[in-house]
Each structure stands twice: as structure tokens, then as C-alpha cells.
């Protein structure tokens, strides 16, 4: 998936990032400039000052003196390598701060369709490790990149003072280092990619075995993770070990060539010393700047497989944050001036990104008058919560169109979009905070606590849950992650209520009443009819008990409305639907004596 | 051992008290050293590749100096001897140093992943071990911080430390040597100077301790919120959260930030601190030297050798501190870390296991009580015989407790007092394998794991075989829809099943449920999501797994053939078509038995059951 980029492009990337903080990571990159001058300038100083003012019988005062400039470069010293720090810890944090939220902003806003491709575990590292690894690239490893560089080449220029043939020697090991550095570069490149993303992975894998450890429990199968997670984790350790490998390679290359190229140099300067083609104190010079200089070239090859781990993790960071968010709000955008919830399709269409071919739902026109409620059933899989989850656009019509009152979905602004309309998800999704927070989630804010506290007892009391009250510490209650603490009746209860509480103009419900039980459905749909009444809503039914709630019901057979019409209308025209609803029977039956059966039945009723 | 920090209790604290400071460091100590232990050898063998390319890299100045001295004489006197040796030599001590240097790379990584790998393994064992009780507390968020940031800071540690320290102290230990030999008195005022930065780093351990237990705090925060969120997204979209979201995940970053800058800032104080304690104690031996200069006591040179080698023996201090500083960034997460390793399972396998290999599936609940954690009774006092064989169905209000006496027989939870048993043996007598081979539990909440359709079935038996596999998803009706996906039975459902849907996702899972074949089976709401055609199917498919007759004992990893009788099986619905084949049915209300006999005489009776048939016989049509 990573596609190779260049080294420049990739870290130009964090320019529009770096630019406020550029000033000050400039002046952490001369403190730390100084402070490595300093360093280099004391011996130097101690060496005049020693041997100039010191002498036998010399005066007292010329060693106070003497040992105040050290004194003072001292300090100078340590408040250099203390400003570097100054100047550059608070921006290079903030900077990461920054990239973070808008990475979370962005993660937020993406599509649902994007957060079923990608685990949370590989999100979650780009969003700690890689960002925290930035930061201490740009407050360090990119200022120690750029002082080091200026060392050598300082350090070079001085050699070739000293002695040009002995500086050609050293520096002939520079031309087998670059062409090794370029392999290292795509080698290492490749592996801390690699390595990053299967940290990734393994965070997910442990993601998945957190969430899903009830099932692993159930069938006793932990042993099994526990193989399959080491089996990554190996893999993962494969990779750091090649990543070292190749390090440490390089690092063989920087270290060796150089002193080669030392010992060749020695011999060479002896030589022309011995037939004074050089002085003696130019060698010595010579030998001691080379000192100096290998230990920063010995130390590049550390920095260089810094910054290229860095270069790895700003391509993952723009990797997600190049995705596109596919559903936003247009520029103007619209509203029905008056908002009774007139619900159409008008022959949509939806095909899942994996599989734009095979689409999902095919040419859907189905109205749904404002307060009306719809039933929309169909065989496991069908795509009733494709279609449902259209009219909040967490996913987006491939064709055709979805209006509420007139008005394309698409001309809404997102947000008041998901005003209008409120979801019950099939599987609730609720969050690890209290009752009164999950049910409240989507209820208006403003107005005082009071009526947000009856809007709860409100929501709660439809959807028959007040179990609530009588928890631990009631409507206050932490109810664990996912809610896993409550019974699955009670969960699916409040995440109704959830949806209740959001008091939407559209109601957009799948399968809401699963897990009841027969009597505790019975009393929702009693209350919840109440609230139908007028708010328009659309509803999955696996059961002829919800269809109830329905006015009318729509059938989807193949990814097609095949059917529109009165429970007890198309339980008497269709077979298909009745094969979906009807559970009494199991062995198959004369259609049509039953046929009259039921109208007989619909006579019944009708009188 | 203080009973407020023990295992995860204590966490987000990041002031302890004197003495609770102690014990967790004590514990993240502890840790550190049982990670080491068995990789020794490795640690010892990283140190000797790090001193001995010390010791050649000290090889080459020499060399040089031999060569001035020496070589370049001889050479004059026509002798090239000594400058072949000296060439030949320092190319030896490059390629020494090269190599060990190479060597200590990798070397390193090998150590600190051999370590990291094993810690990683032990957590994730330990949090398999767990019990639901905890993890239901302690959310898979913190779980995932300790896997990764906390990890990450020990790797850190790793990484750089062991060869910096090592080199460091090697270093200045030989720079001591050298100055105590030159003089001695110098030697001891550099001695001197390690009681004020003995100081200085205690006063940087007892402030850093606090800001990186901080950080620690504050980085399990974030992440537990972004895993929240992407978990919840399709939540947090339809109802609007993202606003609030973005300003909470601020806020958090906002308090990250802080403590990371309040742990650098520390650490800006105490090398510079550290540096500067050097640089003064240069300057105190050149004025002390120099003194003693002036009154002809030290020779120029040497005073200008000692304080060169003074100046060098602070060099490593830098090092030294940043090692120090990991060190304590990584112990913070130790601390945490071996927290989580503490947690003792509530459920927890049996000292003196009783082997039941093939359970025959009678069970029995003998005056069993139950509460979750400290929470209120559930189930306050309940005594109930299952025979072996019969089909049992549960049936009551939402909350009732038929999930929780469901997970009672499948051992997710502990009774409080009383005894769950199978075959007549304790399931606390049971071992894990044993009970998992007896006992398999469908949820109600269907959790796919990423993967193929055919790697989430084969969970419920991993030897199974592809034929296996697929006998079983046609046995609950899946066949069909799984060999329309796109690769079939290979096709990736997608993180938590997201691929295919809510019916689909149950169906797999009963599969899996299928493949298992236990002797006890128990189902709850398993076919909740399902249509009715489906359901009919299911039903089929679980009457012949019951009834032992669907190629009874042919696949049946069962020897002694007594599964031939049929299985237990529990099962939860509300849907009562299920119910109606039962053998028998439990009305369960507030955590009692309330009714019990077959189908047929419970409607006879007219009770709970009944009325409750009743309304559903009506909702039927
Ligand atoms: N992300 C996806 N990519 C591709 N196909 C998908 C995706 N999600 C679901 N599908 C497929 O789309 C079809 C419709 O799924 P959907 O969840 O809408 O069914 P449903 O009618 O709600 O079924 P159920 O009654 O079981 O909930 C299924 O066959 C499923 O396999
Ligand atoms: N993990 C838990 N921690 C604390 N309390 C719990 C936990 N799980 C369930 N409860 C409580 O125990 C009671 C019984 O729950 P249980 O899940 O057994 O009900 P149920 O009969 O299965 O209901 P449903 O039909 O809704 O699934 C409920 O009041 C519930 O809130
Ligand atoms: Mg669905
Ligand atoms: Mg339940």
C-alpha cells in the first residue's frame, strides 16, 4: 500500500505544520550550534591558558582569571544545551498536538464506509506512536541532522587546510558511503514501514481480543489467540531485528570506511612527512580534526535511519489524512421551509465501495408520508440496513436520490441532516459513560437541565426502561463499555431511548425490538405508538409483531421495493412476503385454499 | 504490600504516597528484572561488544601516536617496518571496532525485542485470563494503552540505554583511572563532584517519577477515547457527537502535552544541570592545579592532561542522562504494566483439577447465589436438576437473569455461594480445556473477528477441516449466502464482522456453535437478528445436532459414543417457536425459577407461560 515517495516530498508534507514554529526551531538548531562550538572551544582555551599564564612563580591572579573563562564557558555551556531544549520542547509539542487533534477531527469526519476498512489499532498508532516519533525527530533528530552535517563539513574543509592529499584520502571514503547510503535508504524505508504497520496490526489484534473475549471465552479459544498473536508479534520482531540489521550494516560502512580511509591516510602522511613534503604539526593537526569529525559520521547513520522512520510515519499520518471525506455538506445549504418529514426515494441506488458492480439496493422508490411509519422487510441480508442507514447518509446513495420534504439529503448540511433524522442502530452502540449521557446523546442541548431531564424520563418511559432508575446509582450509573454491563433487553431499550430522545422529524429504526420479550415489546410498541404518531418513521421487522407498529410495509426482495402495502394486504397477495413473515407453518402448504383462508380472516377483520 | 495499589486499583493516580511509590516501583522493578533473566546471556554479550569497541576504538589514537612517535623516525632511518605495523594495525582496530560496533546494533535489537516479545505475550496471556468481571471495568482502551504507548517507553529504554550506559561507565571509569594515576587529589575532587549530582538526581527521580506517571495517566486517557470513538463512529456520526468529541480529544491532547513537556522540561533542568556541574568542577581543578602549579608543586603539562581528562570524563553525563530519563519514562510504564499483571482472574482454573474429558451433560445448580462483583443479588437463591440430554428452554422478562444463569454454566462468572455442577463435578474442579470441550456458549452480542468466513467458523473447533467447516454452515442454512460473497468462504468479514450482516453475523457464529459440538449447548437470543425462514432452518439444523442424529458419531471426535443420547442444550429466545420444541421450559422472574415443566402443561396451567404464549401466538399474524 505505501507507495514510495521521495524523502523530500514526504517531509516537506509537515511544512504548512512546522512554518509558525520554524523561527524558534531555527534558534534551538544555533543554541544547539553553540553549545557543540562551545565544546569544541574549551580544550582548545584550556590549552592557551594553561600553557601561556601558567607558570612556576607566576602570579595568582592569572589562575583566577583562567579559571573564570572556563568557568563562564562552562556555564555558557549548560545554558545553551538548556536554551536548545527551551526553544524547541513547547512548538515541537504543540505542533504534535496539533497534527493529533486534526487527525482525530479528520478520522471523525471520514466515512463510515472508510472506518469498516480500517482497524482501529493501525488509527490508534499513527495517531500516538508515529506523531510522538515526529516530535522527537523535529526536536531533535532533524536539529542533531543538520549540526552534524555542518560539523563534517566544517571538519573537511579545516583537513583540507591541513593537508589536501590526506583530506582527498578521507574523503574518497565518502563516495562508497553515499552510493551504500542510497541502498540503505530504500532497504531501511521499506522495513520501518513495514515494521510501523505491523505494529498497527498488533495493536488491533489486541483490540479484537479485548472486544471479543466473551466469544473467546465461549469456545475456549484463547489458547488459540494467544498463538495467533505471538505468531504477529514474532513478525513483528523479524522486522525491528531486519530493521537493525540494516543499521547496523550501515552503521559497519560509516564506521569502517572512514578509519580505512585514516589508516590509509597514516601511512600515506607518514610517508610525506618522512620526506617533509608535510610538517609534523599539520599531521598531528590533521589526525586530531579527523577525530573530531568521525564520531558525527559514525553518529549519521543513526539519524539517517531517524529520519526516514520519521519520513515513514508523516507518509502514514497523510495517508489517512488524504482520504477523502466523500460526504460533506454543500457549500449552501438547504432546508425544507417547513419540516414535516416527507420521506422519498426516488430511485436509488447503493452499491458498497468493496463492490461497486454488485449493488445492494437497485432503483429503491418508496415514499413515506410525514408521521406515517413504514415496516421494510426482507430476508436476512437483503439490505435493510443499507437502505436505513442511507437517510443519515453514513452512507451515500450511488444513484438516484433521497429526499426529506422535497429536499436532496445531499442539499442539507450534514449536521442538521442527522438532526432530523434519528437512528437505532441494530447492534447498539452504546458508550462507556452513564445512562443519562448515552440516552441524552442526541437530544437537543440547548434549554435548561430540566427539560433535558424530562426529555430523558420521557425517552426512557417509551422505550420502557425503567430498569434504569433502579441502578446502582440510577440514571447516573456508569453502564460499562458498550454497555456490556446490562442485559441485551435493557441495552437495546436505551438505545432506543436514545433515539427517542433526539425528538427527530424521522425516525430511521433497525430491528429495534429483538431482544424483548413478548410482553415488554408489547408495552413499547403501546407507548412508542404514541410518539410514531407523528414523526415519520422507518422501520426494520424480522416479525409480524413490529410490522404492527407499521402503517404500511414495504417488501425488499433482491435489492428492490417488490411491495407496498397493508400488513394484511400483502400477507394476502404475496408469497414471497409471506414466506419472510409468516412463521406458523413449516410444511409446505395449498396456497390458495389458505389464500381465501386469510381473506376470510381480512374479512373479519375489516368488519 | 499496600492493598491501595495493588494490580490496576490505584491507576490514575499519579501521587502516591511515599510508600505506595515503593511498592509499585518495586513491582515495575521487579518486572524489568524478570524480563531480563532469561536473555542474560544476550545482555552480558551486548555489554562485551559495546566495551570491547570501546576498547578498539581507543586503539586507533594510539596507534596514530605510535606512528608519529615511532614510525615516522624509523622511516627516516630507512626502517618501514614499524610504519607497516602501524598501518596494518590501525586498519585491524578499524575493522574491529566496525564489526563489534555492527555487532552491538543488532545485538541490542535482539535483545530489547526478545524482551518487549515477551512482555507483550504475558500481558496479552494475562488479559485472556482475565475474568469478564474485570475486563467489564477495565476498558479494552487501557488495555490496548499498556500494549502499545506503555510498551513503546520500555522500548525506548531498550533501544538506547543499555549500550549508552554501558559505554558511559566504561568510559568514565577508565577517564577516573587515568586521573587518579596522573593525581591523585584531582582524582578525589572529581569524586567530589558526584555528591551534588547524586543530588540533583535524586531531586530529578522524585519530580520526573510524578510527571511520567502522569503522562502515563494522561496517554491511557486519549487512547482510550479514540478507541471509543472509532468503535462507536456509526453512534457518533448519527447523533452529532463529533463537536464535543473534538473538544474533549483536545483537551486530553491538551493535558498529554503538558505532562510531556512538564517530563522533558524536568529532564531540561537536569542535564544541563549535570553539564554544568562538570564544567565547574573543571574550573575548580584548573584554579586548585593551578595554584599548585604556581607554587611548582604540578608540572604544566600534567595539570593541562588532567584537566583534559576531566573535561572528558563528564562527556558521558549527557548519555548518562538521557538514560536516566528513558529509565524512568519506562518504569512509570512498568509501573503500570506489571499493575495489569497483578489482577488476579476471579475465575480461576482449579488447583486439583477433576478430568472429565466427555461429559455426558447433566447439570445442577445447587444452592446457588449470585451478584456481579459487589452489585446486587441477581440470583438470589436457586437449586435446579438438568438431566443429561434434555433441551431446556429459558424463558422471562428482559433482565430477568436467564443470561446471567446461562453464564453461570459456561463459567464466565464465579457463583457467589453454592455450586454450579457438570456431571456432578464442580465446574471449579473443571480445567479450562475440559469445561470449554463440555461447554459452548453462543452470546447474545455475535462477534465476528476480522478474517475470513471460514477462520471465525472454524473457531468453534480450529483442527476442523474445510468440509467440516462447510457441513456445518449448511446445517444452519449459511451455505448459501457465504458461497455468494465474493470469495466465498475466504472472503474478509471486516473488522467486527462489518462485512456481512446483522443475520449473517449470527449465523456465523452458530456455525461455529455447530462445529464445536459439545456436550452441553447453550444458546442465547442466538437467532434474535434472523428472519423467519432462516430461523426455520437454524431450528432444523440445531434439532439434528440435539438429537445426535445428523451423522451422529461419524465426525464426533467422541469415542465412547454417548453423545448418540443427544446434548444438553440451553436456550434463550423470545421468540417462542424455538421454545416450543423443547423439552422442558424455565420461567425465569427476578432470578428465580417461577415455572417449570414441558411446554404442553405449563399453557395447560395457565401461568406466566402461558400468557406469555399467548401474546405471542397473537403477534404472530
Ligand atoms: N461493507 C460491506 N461491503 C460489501 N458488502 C456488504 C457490506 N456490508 C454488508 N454487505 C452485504 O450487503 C448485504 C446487505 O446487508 P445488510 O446489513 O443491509 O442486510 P440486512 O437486510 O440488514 O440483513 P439483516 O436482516 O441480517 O440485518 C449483505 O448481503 C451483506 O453481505
Ligand atoms: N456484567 C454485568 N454487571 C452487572 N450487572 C449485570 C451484568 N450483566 C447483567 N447485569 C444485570 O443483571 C440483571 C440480569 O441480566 P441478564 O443479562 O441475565 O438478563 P436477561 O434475562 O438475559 O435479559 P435479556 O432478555 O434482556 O437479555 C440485569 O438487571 C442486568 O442489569
Ligand atoms: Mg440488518
Ligand atoms: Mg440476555
Same mark, same amino acid.
Given at each position: 500500500m505505501a507507495k514510495q515517495t521521495s524523502f523530500f516530498t514526504s517531509i516537506s508534507r509537515l511544512y504548512p505544520h512546522v512554518r509558525p514554529i520554524l523561527p524558534r526551531l531555527v534558534m534551538g538548531l544555533l543554541s544547539a550550534l553553540l553549545a557543540s562550538l562551545m565544546a569544541l572551544a574549551i580544550p582548545q582555551v584550556l590549552r592557551v591558558l594553561v600553557n601561556e599564564s601558567l607558570k612556576p612563580g607566576g602570579s595568582a591572579e592569572a589562575v583566577w582569571t583562567a579559571s573564570l573563562v572556563i568557568l563562564l564557558l562552562g556555564i555558557a555551556e549548560a545554558g545553551l544545551v538548556a536554551l536548545r531544549r527551551q526553544f524547541v520542547i513547547n512548538p515541537a509539542t504543540t505542533v504534535e498536538t496539533r497534527m493529533r487533534v486534526s487527525l482525530y477531527g479528520h478520522l471523525q469526519d471520514l466515512t463510515v464506509s472508510f472506518h469498516d476498512r480500517w482497524g482501529s489499532g493501525q488509527l490508534l498508532s499513527r495517531a500516538m506512536t508515529d506523531l510522538n516519533f515526529l516530535r522527537r525527530w523535529m526536536a531533535f533528530g532533524a536539529i542533531m541532522l543538520v549540526v552534524t552535517t555542518l560539523t563534517v563539513v566544517i571538519g573537511v574543509a579545516v583537513m583540507f587546510s591541513m593537508s589536501w592529499q590526506l583530506a582527498l584520502i578521507f574523503l574518497a571514503a565518502a563516495v562508497p558511503i553515499m552510493i551504500y547510503g542510497f541502498r540503505f535508504r530504500t532497504r531501511f524505508s521499506k522495513v520501518a514501514r513495514r515494521s510501523q504497520d505491523q505494529a498497527g496490526d498488533l495493536a488491533t489484534t489486541v483490540e479484537e481480543s479485548v472486544h471479543g473475549i466473551r466469544v473467546l471465552k465461549a469456545f475456549g479459544r484463547s489458547q488459540e489467540a494467544l498463538e495467533n498473536f505471538n505468531e504477529q508479534a514474532q513478525e513483528l520482531r523479524q522486522t525491528e531485528i531486519a530493521k537493525a540489521k540494516h543499521l547496523a550494516t550501515f552503521s559497519l560502512v560509516v564506521t569502517l570506511l572512514p578509519e580505512l580511509a585514516l589508516g590509509a591516510g597514516l601511512v600515506v602522511g607518514i610517508m610525506l612527512a618522512s620526506t617533509d613534503q608535510l610538517s609534523i604539526g599539520s599531521l598531528v593537526a590533521f589526525f586530531a580534526t579527523a577525530a573530531v569529525v568521525a564520531a558525527p559520521v559514525e553518529f549519521c547513520g543513526m539519524l539517517l535511519a531517524m529520519a526516514l522512520t520519521a519520513k515513514s510515519a508523516v507518509d502514514r499520518h497523510f495517508e489517512v489524512m488524504d482520504a477523502r471525506n466523500t460526504i460533506t455538506s454543500p457549500d449552501k445549504p438547504r432546508r425544507p421551509a417547513e419540516l414535516k418529514g416527507a420521506l422519498s426515494f426516488h430511485d436509488a441506488s447503493f452499491a458498497f465501495e468493496d463492490a461497486p458492480d454488485k449493488p445492494i439496493l437497485k432503483n429503491i422508490s418508496l415514499d413515506i408520508r410525514p408521521g406515517e411509519t413504514m415496516a421494510l422487510v426482507g430476508i436476512t441480508g437483503s439490505g435493510k440496513s443499507a437502505l436505513l442507514q442511507l437517510v443519515p447518509r453514513l452512507y451515500e446513495v450511488t444513484g438516484g436520490a433521497i429526499t426529506i420534504d422535497g429536499v436532496d439529503l445531499r442539499e442539507f448540511s450534514v449536521e442538521d441532516l442527522r438532526t432530523v433524522v434519528a437512528v437505532a442502530f441494530e447492534d447498539t452502540t452504546l458508550f462507556s459513560s452513564s445512562v443519562r449521557d448515552n440516552v441524552l446523546l442526541g437530544a437537543p442541548d440547548a434549554g435548561p437541565a430540566d427539560s433535558r431531564d424530562a426529555a430523558l424520563e420521557e425517552a426512557l418511559d417509551v422505550a420502557q426502561a425503567h430498569f434504569a432508575y433502579s441502578l446502582p446509582d440510577g440514571v447516573d450509573t456508569l453502564i460499562g463499555e458498550e454497555g456490556l454491563s446490562l442485559s441485551g433487553g435493557q441495552r437495546q431499550r436505551i438505545a432506543l431511548a436514545r433515539a427517542i430522545a433526539a425528538k427527530p422529524a424521522v425516525l430511521v429504526l433497525d430491528d429495534? &425490538?429483538?431482544? &424483548?420479550?413478548v410482553n415488554t415489546e408489547v408495552l413499547v410498541e403501546a407507548r412508542l405508538r404514541e410518539v410514531l404518531a407523528d414523526t415519520t418513521t422507518l422501520i426494520v421487522a424480522h416479525r409480524p409483531s413490529t410490522v404492527a407498529l407499521a402503517d404500511r410495509v414495504a417488501l425488499l426482495e433482491d435489492g428492490r421495493i417488490t411491495a407496498v402495502g397493508t400488513h394484511t394486504e400483502l400477507l394476502a397477495t404475496n408469497s414471497h412476503y409471506r414466506y419472510v413473515i409468516a412463521s406458523l407453518d413449516t410444511e409446505p402448504r395449498d396456497l390458495d385454499s389458505e389464500l381465501s383462508a386469510f381473506e376470510d380472516r381480512s374479512e373479519e377483520i375489516s368488519r | 504490600m499496600s492493598s491501595a495499589t495493588f494490580g490496576t486499583a490505584n491507576e490514575d493516580n499519579a501521587h502516591l504516597t511515599r510508600t505506595e511509590s515503593k511498592a509499585v516501583r518495586r513491582r515495575s522493578l521487579a518486572l524489568l528484572g524478570s524480563l531480563i533473566r532469561p536473555v542474560r546471556a544476550r545482555f552480558w554479550l551486548t555489554i562485551g561488544a559495546v566495551v570491547l569497541s570501546q576498547a578498539a576504538r581507543v586503539a586507533g589514537p594510539a596507534l596514530i601516536a605510535f606512528g608519529i612517535d615511532h614510525a615516522l623516525p624509523a622511516l627516516r632511518a630507512g626502517n618501514s617496518l614499524p610504519l607497516a605495523f602501524a598501518g596494518v594495525a590501525y586498519l585491524a582496530a578499524a575493522a574491529a571496532t566496525a564489526g563489534l560496533t555492527a555487532l552491538y546494533v543488532t545485538s541490542t535489537a535482539r535483545l530489547s525485542q526478545a524482551m518487549l516479545l515477551d512482555l507483550r505475550v504475558r500481558v496479552f496471556r494475562h488479559t485472556q485470563r482475565l475474568s469478564l468481571e474485570f475486563h467489564e471495568k477495565y476498558t479494552s482502551g487501557r488495555i490496548i494503552a499498556r500494549q502499545t504507548s506503555d510498551l513503546e517507553a520500555l522500548r525506548e529504554l531498550l533501544d538506547s540505554g543499555v549500550s549508552s550506559l554501558a559505554s558511559g561507565l566504561l568510559f568514565m571509569a577508565f577517564t577516573a583511572i587515568t586521573v587518579f594515576a596522573l593525581d591523585w587529589r584531582t582524582g578525589v575532587l572529581v569524586l567530589a563532584a558526584g555528591v551534588p549530582m547524586y543530588f540533583l538526581a535524586r531531586w530529578y527521580q522524585k519530580h520526573s517519577q510524578i510527571a511520567f506517571r502522569e503522562s502515563r495517566v494522561v496517554s491511557a486517557r486519549l487512547i482510550v477515547h479514540f478507541v471509543e470513538t472509532m468503535t462507536g463512529i456509526r453512534a457518533v456520526k448519527a447523533f452529532r457527537k463529533e463537536r464535543e468529541n473534538a473538544a474533549r480529544y483536545a483537551e486530553l491532547s491538551e493535558d498529554y502535552r503538558r505532562a510531556t513537556v512538564r517530563s522533558i522540561n524536568l529532564n531540561g533542568i537536569f542535564q544541563p544541570g549535570l553539564v554544568l556541574i562538570g564544567n565547574v568542577c573543571v574550573a575548580v581543578v584548573l584554579l586548585t592545579g593551578g595554584f599548585r602549579v604556581l607554587s611548582g608543586e604540578l608540572a604544566v603539562g600534567v595539570l593541562l592532561a588532567l584537566i583534559l581528562s576531566t573535561k572528558r570524563f563528564f562527556q558521558p553525563v549527557d548519555q548518562m542522562a538521557m538514560f536516566y530519563n528513558s529509565f524512568q519514562s519506562a518504569q512509570a510504564a512498568l509501573e503500570k504494566v506489571s499493575g495489569l499483571l497483578e489482577e488476579i482472574p476471579t475465575v480461576r482454573p482449579p488447583q486439583t483439577p477433576v478430568a472429565l474429558p466427555y461429559a455426558r451433560g447433566s447439570i445442577d445448580f445447587n444452592g446457588v447465589e449470585f451478584r456481579y462483583g459487589d452489585g446486587p443479588v441477581i440470583i438470589p437463591r436457586l437449586d435446579l436438576h438438568i438431566p443429561a440430554g434434555q433441551t431446556v428452554a429459558l424463558v422471562g422478562q428482559t433482565g430477568a437473569g436467564k443470561s446471567t444463569l446461562a453464564k453461570l454454566i459456561a463459567r464466565f462468572y464465579d457463583v457467589s455461594a453454592g455450586s454450579v455442577t457438570l456431571d456432578g463435578v464442580d465446574l471449579r474442579q473443571l480445567t479450562t480445556e475440559d469445561l470449554r470441550r463440555n461447554v459452548v456458549m453462543v452470546t447474545q452480542e455475535a462477534f465476528l473477528f476480522s478474517g475470513s468466513v471460514a477462520d471465525n467458523i472454524a473457531l468453534?473447533?480450529?483442527?476442523?477441516?474445510r468440509e467440516e467447516i462447510e457441513d456445518a454452515a449448511r446445517a444452519v442454512g449459511a451455505h448459501a449466502f457465504i458461497t455468494e460473497l465474493p470469495d466465498g468462504y475466504d472472503t474478509d468479514v471486516n473488522k467486527r464482522g462489518g462485512r456481512v450482516s446483522a443475520g449473517q453475523r449470527q449465523l456465523i457464529s452458530f456455525a461455529r456453535a455447530f462445529l464445536a459440538r459439545p456436550a452441553v449447548l447453550i444458546l442465547d437470543e442466538a437467532t434474535s437478528s434472523l428472519d423467519i425462514p432462516s430461523e426455520r432452518m437454524v431450528q432444523q439444523g440445531l434439532a439434528g445436532l440435539l438429537r445426535g442424529t445428523r451423522e451422529a458419531g461419524t465426525r464426533d471426535t467422541n469415542p465412547a459414543g454417548t453423545h448418540g443420547a443427544g446434548r444438553t442444550a440451553l436456550i434463550i429466545a423470545h421468540r417462542l417457536s424455538t421454545v416450543e420444541t423443547a423439552d422442558r421450559v424455565l420461567v425465569v422472574h427476578d432470578g428465580r425459577v417461577v415455572e417449570d415443566g414441558t411446554p404442553g402443561q405449563l399453557i395447560g396451567d395457565g401461568g406466566a407461560f402461558a400468557r406469555l404464549h399467548g401474546a405471542w401466538k397473537d403477534s404472530l399474524v
Open positions: 429495534p &425490538l429483538s431482544a &424483548l420479550d | 468453534g473447533r480450529p483442527e476442523a477441516s
